[in-house]
């Protein structure tokens, strides 16, 4: 494969040394890299091997003058373009906002994918005036987003309204054995390593430190890297009176031998992405305390467990932390070795395997299934109520992977309002299934539940709704997520939702992180209309939860033919992710109308439409909301044909007239 990477520099920094890690691995498995920077090889920090070609392109002049700025960028676009253009690769991977911004630019019209990768968290520095505007129009045209961290790619999701994969950073030092030794034995040093920038929050660290440091008098504070906070560091240290305690040699090449002479280990940073620094110093086994700050630090730490963490910007906490270590050596050997452990899953190996991953998703040429990743598979079932929509979810759920979800636009209300039964006989509320995913959920989400229900009666129940708004992508990225705790609880991997409103089914196919594939079940308007006029008293266990009412014929066919008529439009704009199905057929002929379902969804239900011909009962599961038949233990295909007895005719011919265009068109006769 040939890979061209896009960076600007290989400057110091955690983003530039993750590129060459990837690069280098990259040229080891014999793909052919190319790695385009726009910096001269003079400032390079990290060594690229010799099979990885570099391209050094003209960097944009600095200058305050708008339209010299707007002349400079261009010239970076063609450039940029024409060398991407002369490589001819098969996907481009690119590091950092704005390198990411003009990447995406210059690769527009020329066929080649483009995987786009943040390396901070963007919510804590997201984009301002022209760049907010612009710069999420340009990120939904990436084949793909990359994002460090779950919390990070909730909040990219949320602004961008499009699917974001999370790859971890690769540790950069091997996870040590106990055999590794250092030039000189450890000392009483507390390391800190970045860029000496507000972010990496040194000036916390030292005022911590302060407070300290006339109890611990062997203790020395070590800070490793270069930027543009050095002098104003210098001046707090001074006036700290700490010169003789904290050293600031720069940057420095081989952080792992420093590493090994230290002690313990301090991450002060404000906001970070993943950070590189704090997964060395784990995998060297040093004891390691950080501020908790939104992203990186808690998915890497477990306090007391392999570290320590306190809240962001505590000084005083921080402070505590860091005495506790320099005075307890074995919590510090034995939170250091629980660190070693932890950083095994994230090798240079298993990390590269992911991004290898994606990168065949994106470059799946004609004939090729690319992998969906982070895509969660959804079949929906739309169209009328009493369509037969209960028993089609049930005959999917027979396969080992699926699950039949039932109606989960009813999720709150079954559970939280009505008081339901979910099918598996205990009341919703206290089924330990949705209690799962309820939990499985909330650590996802970037929405409360009740802001959820909220946004979802609005794009849910109202047509046309906007898709280029932030409450929007927030209700995408939390509906993803509750379909993703689901496949994580159930095991399975297509999950079905029975909700039938096609409003619904239309806003779930607009969603970048759902693979949906949609089945309209339509069934004669005569008997859906019967089944309607009967009521039903109140009655938990069957799955009544309220007295129901019998609807008047009229409001029944008017539903009818609203909803099949909004069906139609979503199926028109699904096309072949679509199906039309009628209940008659689906309860005749299970084998044909199954074998049309495999076609759709890429499975094989042959067996399964075997045995449900044969009368084999279908046995329920977890399923929310619905017809009460979900409530039976077991379930057959019986065809509901009462409507053909007891529905007077003139009641037949009635309906007949409301809805003859439509009903002639899904083939059903007077």
Known sequence: MKLVLVISSLGGGGAERVMATLANAWADEGHEVTLITFSELTGDRYAVVPQVSRVILPDAAKTK?????????????????????????????????????????????????????????????????????????????????????ERGALDLRARLGRQVVVVPNPVSVAPCDGTQQASSPAQDIVLAIGRMDKAKGFDLLVEAFQKIASAHPSWTLVILGEGPGRSALEAQIERSGLRDRVSMPGFCDAPAEVMRRARVFVLSSRFEGLPNALMEAMASGLACVS????????????????????????????????????????????????????????????????????????????????????????????????????????????????????????????????????????????????????????????????????????????????????????????????????????GAKIIVDSSKHPVRALALAQNGELDMRVIHLVRDVRGVAHSLSHSWDVDPVRGIALPLLGQPLVRSAAAWLVNNLLCGRVSASLRKRSMRMRYEDLVHDPVEALRRVSTLVDLDYSQIAQKILQGEALKGGHQIAGNRLRMQEEIRLRPDTTWQKEMKPWSRRWLWLMTSPMMALYGYRP
């Open 65 to 149: 003058n708008i339209i010299k700025s707007f002349i400079s960028n261009v010239r970076r676009f063609v450039v940029l373009r024409r060398a991407i253009s002369r490589q001819s690769p098969n996907a481009v991977v690119s590091f950092l906002t704005r390198t990411n911004l003009l990447t995406i630019l210059s690769t527009r019209g020329l066929g080649i994918p483009v995987i786009a990768s943040e390396r901070s968290y963007f919510g804590a520095n997201p984009a301002t005036g022209i760049w907010k505007l612009i710069l999420p129009p340009i990120y939904r045209a990436a084949a793909a987003i990359v994002a460090q961290t």
């Open 291 to 490: 501020f908790d700050c939104l992203t990186g630090p808690a998915e890497l730490i477990q306090h007391e467990i392999n570290g320590l963490l306190v809240p962001p910007e505590d000084v005083a906490a921080l402070a505590c932390e860091m005495g506790r270590f320099m005075g307890n050596a074995d919590l510090r050997a034995r939170l250091g070795g629980a660190a070693i452990s932890s950083m095994q899953s994230y090798s240079r190996a298993s990390i590269v395997e992911k991004w290898n991953t994606l990168l065949q998703s994106v470059t799946a040429g004609p004939g090729e299934t690319p992998r969906q990743a982070d895509r969660t598979a959804v079949l929906y079932i739309m169209g009328s109520g009493r369509s037969g929509s209960t028993l089609l979810g049930a005959m999917l759920n027979a396969h080992p992977d699926v699950f039949d979800a039932g109606e989960l636009c009813n999720l709150h209300s079954a559970m939280d309002v009505r008081g339901e039964f979910c099918a598996c006989k205990m009341p919703s509320a206290q089924c330990r299934f949705w209690a799962d995913v309820r939990r499985a959920w909330r650590r996802t989400s970037p929405l409360e539940e009740k802001q959820y229900w909220a946004l979802q009666a609005n794009f849910e129940r109202l047509l046309p709704f906007h898709t280029n708004s932030d409450r929007w992508r927030l209700y995408a990225a939390a509906t993803a997520e509750l379909f993703k705790a689901i496949a994580s609880v159930s």
